[in-house]
Every structure is written in structure tokens, then in C-alpha cells.
């Protein structure tokens, strides 16, 4: 019973799997379980569920696992195929990934079951990455994926080859199932060259950004066309934060020079 509890735990920890989910993978992972024992799992599964959503209600403020699903809308946005807990392992991850593959998609990242283990564990999370195109490098989508991170918040670390995955350090797993994300976004659509300076200023004074990180960010923005129209994916200037102070920064981004939109 203990091992099998344990796994329940686990399961519904992770934050990807209701009771009936988890007790799913639970049944295929040990076939040989006694029916009475099932019946006494599912019992306490409802109960762990309930206890989930108890703590769940206490995350007020943004958790690193709502930094990295908003990193991953975002390199959504840059056409690369992001994936929370694909398959079980790395060759599982790369089948999911191709089947949702476009022809559009540049790259991919993931992390899969194994990983989600270790990571709840407090191993930290390792993250796999690659090209889609034969002209794109697979360090180049790797080097990409590390700048979308950091300016989302995270510290991942990456020895810049493509055979070593990135890796985020070992953090608190709340991966969120019956709350949303606290808090809006500030995006940057479009700032100027001349206004570049002012605006990287009010990045680190109202929200600590690094110079290097909001160059980064800015030199992605798409420039207008000839109509005046942005066309490119917004960065994510500011994340989660209350709506009070993400139109305070929004404001001031736009004295600096830049063109925001807060949502």
C-alpha cells in the first residue's frame, strides 16, 4: 500500500492528473493491486484532491511553475512547440512533439514524466530542446529558449551545447489544476530605437530587469510596417502582477517610449 500511496501522491502533486486520471496510471503502474486496496486508494485520492485544492487556494502570488508556462505560451508565440509533462520519457516527449508539429513550428522544448519526478523530488527540472528546421541550429533554439526564460523570471543554466539539456535549479513544484495565475501582464509591443535607452531604464527601476535581458526582449519586437501595424509576438515585460501596479508600470513604460497594452 505504501509504495502505491506514494505514487498516488505524486500523481496528484504534479498538478497534471484529477483522481480518476491518477488512479488510472496508478492501476497500469502496479496491475497486481488487491481490488480492496484500489477501492481504499480511491478514497484517499478523493481526499488528496481536496487537500490539493485547499493549498492551491493559498498561492496568491505567482509560483515558478506559472513563470514557466507563461515562458512557454511565449515561445509559443516564437513558433516553437512547447510541452508540459510530454510522454514519460525524452523519446516520448520528441513523438508528442512532432505530432503537433506545423509548418510553422521552428524548435521544441519539454520536459516529461521522468523529469516532473525529479522536479518534485527538488532535483530541479531539466528541459529538452532542438530544431525543427535544417537551416535552424539546435544551439540557436537552445540559446532562444534560455533568453525567453530569463526574461520571464527564471535563473536556467545551460552549457550552450546542444547535446546538454537546460536546466531550471531545484524550486517548489505548484503546478496550478484549479486556480489561475494571479495578477495581469504588462506587453511591450513596439518601442523605437530612439526611445530604447529610456525604455530599458524603466524596465530595471520598475520592474529589476537586467540590461542585457530587456535588450534581448526589445531587439525581438517586430517593427511596423508601412500601415503602422505590429505583427510580431509581444514580450512579456512584466508578469502575475496586481492591476493596480501593472498600469502603473504600464504608464510609465509608455512615457518612456514604448507601446504597452496590459492584459
Known sequence: MGERLDHLTFLLNSGFYDADEAMEH???????????????????????VLARRAEEATWTTPTTNDLLAVAFEDLRERHIIALHNAGFTQSDGWDDAREQATARSRGVCFYHGQDVERAVEGGGLHLAFGSLRKEVADAAIGHEIVEVLRAGGLEPRWSGQETTRIYLPPFVWQQRRFTRRPGVD???????????????????????????????????????DILGYHNGPPWRAGRGLPREEATRVARALEAAGAKVTVR
Open 26 to 48: 496508478l492501476e497500469e503502474a502496479f496491475e497486481d493491486t488487491p481490488p480492496a486496496v484500489l477501492d481504499q486508494l480511491r478514497v484517499r485520492a478523493r481526499q488528496l
Open 186 to 224: 504588462v506587453l511591450v509591443i513596439a518601442c523605437l530605437m530612439e526611445h530604447r535607452v529610456a525604455v530599458i531604464k524603466a524596465c530595471r527601476e520598475l520592474l529589476g530587469l537586467d540590461m542585457r535581458t530587456t535588450r534581448a526582449a526589445l531587439d525581438r519586437l517586430t517593427p511596423p
